[in-house]
């Protein structure tokens, strides 16, 4: 290759291509560069089979983050709607012994609050409501049972 045949600003490239070329062959006489070529192509490969094991563990990772995350929506949402299931009964029942009060109490001259009832005169809620007696516990939970059975059926 004549130097004069290639342009000024290509020439100091060739110049460090033949520098190159004439080390690679003192270090291997054999193939020289294209040895080192071949070694470079190697390594390229090598480190593409690497980024793509490092690509799929990526995806499989995400991939259970996201199982993940969404076993803890499910979580959620069902310990979300068993509260709400529990508040629900929580209403029933209370609506359930207003009821039972109101059905089994004389209407006081005066007004009184359930609270008040309830907190300062226990003895007498007992006697009057019966609570206590097995017979009418029997039947008053009656009501809560069948709406918990009716529940189950359509969860």
């Not at 109101?102 to 209407?107: I, T």
């Not at 008053?140 to 969860?155: F, Q, S």
């Amino acid at each position: 290759m004549y130097f004069q045949e290639l342009p000024e600003s290509q020439r100091d490239d060739a110049v460090s291509s033949m520098v190159y070329e004439a080390n690679a062959r003192i270090r291997d006489s054999v193939y020289g560069c294209a040895g080192t070529v071949f070694q470079l192509q190697k390594q390229v490969n090598e480190f593409q089979t690497q980024l793509g094991e490092a690509q799929a563990e990526i995806v499989n990772m995400q991939f259970q983050q996201t199982n993940q995350v969404n076993e803890l929506q499910t979580q959620l949402a069902k310990a979300q709607a068993e509260i709400v299931n529990m508040q629900f009964q929580q209403t029933n029942l209370v609506a359930l012994i207003c009821q039972e009060m109101s059905a089994h109490c004389p209407q006081p001259s005066s007004p009184v609050s359930i609270e008040h009832s309830l907190i300062h005169t226990p003895q007498s809620f007992q006697q009057n409501f019966g609570l206590l007696d097995d017979n009418n516990v029997s039947t008053a939970w009656e009501p809560l049972y069948g709406y918990e059975r009716a529940l189950h059926r359509y969860t």
